[in-house]
């Protein structure tokens, strides 16, 4: 597995190499969408989703300044300009590697759902894992995190961990609707999974997975997984780090969420 974890190497290697990224397109963008999760309020979110999927239909809230939708243009232009640097330098060192494996699998973080559309619509074989994780657990992960990712505004370090909880309760609420529509129009290729649970049920999560992609699980996998079967036992760090209090007012923020998706893990 660990040779798998490295396929891209050669990849990543040559984009940092030629210094190829995609902060120069994003820049295009930030003025609009923000420069981080929360920072705009969900009309102007599911706008910067459509323009960057280039749509304009159905855009909501108050009409789009001239100015904004330009630098829509100049961030496709970008996208395009730096797709064909990437093409004709770096990715035959992805492509060789991918060719040879039968599963490739992309992990996307905090990419929203309606993204996924095209990809469900013109592939015929692609699978979507859905992750989804106890909020208290990722406002205390985004709260240690690089301090540029904590809520603007926040007082302290309670204050920072409600707001970012209620961020992501949103955003993730957001996403479970969209991909109950997507599920109606592509049946059997989307899959939720709770990360809590995976901890709790880890074996029985894995062959999930891999029925789900018409896999067997790997003999590998059972190997790695042999030394790590206590990862589920004990509580989960957030509940001996979070105040009863701290954890009260998240959940009262996060009611919808906690509603949609009714896991046995995150009510402990």
Known sequence: MSSDFKASDSYIGCLRE??????????????YCGGRFGERSEDVLR???????????????????????RRFTSHRRC?????LRVEDSCLPLLLRECSSRRVRVAKV??????????????????????????PR??????????????????????????????????????????????EKRYPGKIYA????EIFSRTADSIRNIYEFVDEEVHNDTWAWL???????????????????????EILRNCRRLFQLVRSKKWML
């Not at 706008?47 to 939708?69: F, Q, T, V, Y």
């Not at 990419?111 to 994780?133: C, D, F, G, K, Y």
């Open 18 to 31: 030629k210094s190829i990224g995609y902060g120069e397109c994003e820049n295009l963008t930030e003025s």
């Open 79 to 83: 996208t395009s300009e730096l797709r």
């Open 226 to 248: 042999q030394p790590r079967r206590s990862l589920g036992r004990g509580r989960f760090r957030w509940q001996s780090t979070l105040s009863f209090q701290l954890s009260r």
């Open 137 to 182: 657990a990722v406002a205390l992960s985004r709260y240690e995190s690089d301090s540029s990712t904590r809520s603007s505004n926040a007082v302290n370090a309670n204050d920072s961990m409600v707001r970012e909880a209620a961020i992501y309760c949103r955003d993730a609420t957001r996403d479970i609707r969209v991909r109950r529509e997507l």
């Open 193 to 196: 999974v709770v990360h809590d």
């Open 109 to 134: 973080v905090r990419a929203p759902m309606e993204s996924l559309e095209p990809l469900l619509r013109t592939i015929p074989n692609v699978r979507v894992l859905h992750l989804l994780r106890d």
């Open 47 to 69: 706008n910067c989703n459509r323009l960057l999927l280039n749509s304009s239909a159905a855009l909501s809230g108050e009409e789009i300044p001239a100015e904004i939708l």
